[in-house]
């Protein structure tokens, strides 16, 4: 069970601070093809998703800044170090700029290990990242560093912007370079870009074009469905479709 309070509002799912950093500064909102998301899913899978057993408290705005705090037992009767989850938050917001510092830490095991799709690697997460409007256009930067038990302790710098053309019309665009703290030689880039059309508000046109190019131990993905981890070298696809939500 995972809650949280935002003011005097009780709710019932439960994210970790960097990965809401990481969804607010993604310049293509965390598409599930060349986005933020790829990074975050090639590094912790679901870690930060899900966080059993957790409470949270999002404090009211005062004076631009806004602070957030959670905090996971593991639910191992003995142990509370298995599982144990914590993450914070301090935002800052003045007028069309937004700046957010975000920090989790996560141990393997505890009641993680029973849901559904297993969240229990051990991860330390770091985010920092801002946004700007300029009326009808959004620049969108930031660093996130994932270090990982075992694995890698990728650093991810990304930049991009979206431009709302008409009500209807917006096109996007965003690239993300990582790189091994542990070994320079594992490093990728991902970039892409896409363009959606309203067609009511329920249906909506896209196109997306983007590519991914992978040296040394690293094998960024490019999409989430079906090429999440990719080869060495360079991989470039495009996708056409069509979204409606009932």
């Given at each position: 069970?995972?809650?949280?309070l935002c003011?005097?509002?009780?709710?019932?799912?439960?994210?970790?601070?960097?990965?809401?950093?990481?969804?607010?500064?993604d310049?293509?909102?965390?598409s599930?093809?060349?986005?933020?998301?790829?990074t975050?899913?090639?590094?912790?899978?679901?870690?930060g998703?899900?966080?059993?057993?957790?409470?949270?408290?999002?404090?009211?705005?005062?004076a631009?800044?806004?602070?957030?705090?959670m905090?996971?037992?593991?639910?191992?009767?003995?142990?509370f170090?298995?599982?144990?989850?914590?993450?914070?938050?301090?935002?800052?917001?003045?007028?069309?700029?937004?700046?957010?510092?975000?920090?989790?830490s996560?141990?393997?095991?505890?009641?993680?290990?029973?849901?559904?799709?297993p969240?229990?690697?051990?991860?330390?997460?770091?985010?920092?990242?801002?946004?700007?409007?300029?009326?009808?256009?959004?620049?969108?930067?930031?660093?996130?560093?994932?270090?990982?038990?075992?694995?890698?302790?990728?650093?991810?710098?990304?930049?991009?912007?979206s431009?709302?053309?008409?009500?209807?019309?917006?096109?996007?665009?965003?690239?993300?370079?990582?790189?091994?703290?542990?070994?320079?030689?594992?490093?990728?880039?991902l970039?892409?870009?896409?363009?959606?059309?309203?067609?009511?508000?329920?249906?909506v046109?896209?196109?997306?074009?983007?590519?991914v190019?992978?040296h040394?131990?690293?094998?960024?993905?490019?999409?989430?469905?079906?090429?999440?981890?990719e080869?060495?070298?360079?991989?470039?696809?495009?996708?056409?479709?069509?979204r409606?939500?009932?």
């Open positions: 069970m995972a809650l949280f003011g005097n509002r009780l709710h019932e799912h439960l994210y970790d601070t960097v990965r809401l950093a990481v969804y607010d500064f310049p293509r909102e965390m599930y093809f060349g986005s933020g998301l790829i975050y899913l090639n590094n912790v899978y679901v870690t998703l899900f966080n059993p057993n957790g409470i949270s408290y999002t404090s009211p705005e005062i631009g800044l806004q602070g957030s705090a905090m996971a037992l593991g639910g191992t009767a003995g142990d170090q298995a599982g144990r989850q914590y993450s914070a938050s301090l935002r800052y917001h003045l007028g069309s700029l937004t700046v957010d510092a975000a920090l989790y996560g141990n393997a095991g505890g009641s993680a290990a029973s849901i559904a799709i969240s229990v690697v051990e991860f330390n997460g770091r985010a920092l990242g801002a946004s700007y409007v300029f009326n009808n256009l959004t620049v969108k930067a930031s660093y996130v560093q994932y270090k990982v038990a075992g694995s890698f302790n990728d650093r991810v710098y990304s930049g991009g912007a431009y709302r053309i008409t009500p209807a019309l917006n096109v996007d665009a965003g690239v993300w370079v990582t790189r091994d703290g542990n070994n320079s030689s594992n490093n990728s880039i970039a892409s870009t896409g363009i959606d059309y309203s067609l009511s508000k329920a249906t046109v896209y196109g997306q074009a983007g590519f190019t992978n040394g131990a690293m094998h960024t993905g490019l999409s989430v469905n079906n090429a999440l981890d080869v060495t070298g360079t991989t470039a696809g495009v996708n056409i479709g069509m409606h939500m009932f």
